[in-house]
């Protein structure tokens, strides 16, 4: 194996899904919540500003992790849920936390 076949493995792909400073504790919230609307998220992760929390949010949405559902009332409320591919990585990220806490 080479570098050029890891760039185009599924570990890869995963990881560059999941990976950075502010989406595991995003998925976090998310598994411990079936639905969560986007300043609740924003107050459990008071370090963040909502810009950067936004475009996490629409990159964990634009790779099929999670789902958005928007209310229409006013102001708009926004809610967002893991989608059923962000929810099979539950055993995944149960190991991680399993082999980071050992």
């Known amino acids: 194996m080479n ?11 995963t990881l560059d899904m999941i990976s950075g400073k502010w989406k ?3 998925l976090y919230f998310l598994f ?5 609307r ?3 998220l924003w107050r459990e992760l008071p370090q963040i500003s ?5 475009e996490h ?3 964990l949405e634009e790779d099929g992790l999670v789902s958005k559902r ?3 009332a006013f102001p708009i409320e ?6 059923k591919k962000g929810k099979s990585l539950g055993s995944i990220l149960s190991a991680l936390d399993a082999f980071g806490s050992d």
């Open 32 to 36: 411990n919540n079936e639905e969560i």
């Open 24 to 26: 595991p504790p995003i």
């Open 78 to 83: 926004v809610y967002y849920s893991l989608s």
């Open 38 to 40: 986007f300043n609740t």
């Open 70 to 72: 928007e209310v229409d």
């Open 57 to 59: 949010l629409k990159q």
């Open 50 to 54: 909502k810009k950067v929390l936004a």
């Open 3 to 13: 570098y050029k076949d890891f760039e185009s493995c599924g570990l890869k792909r």
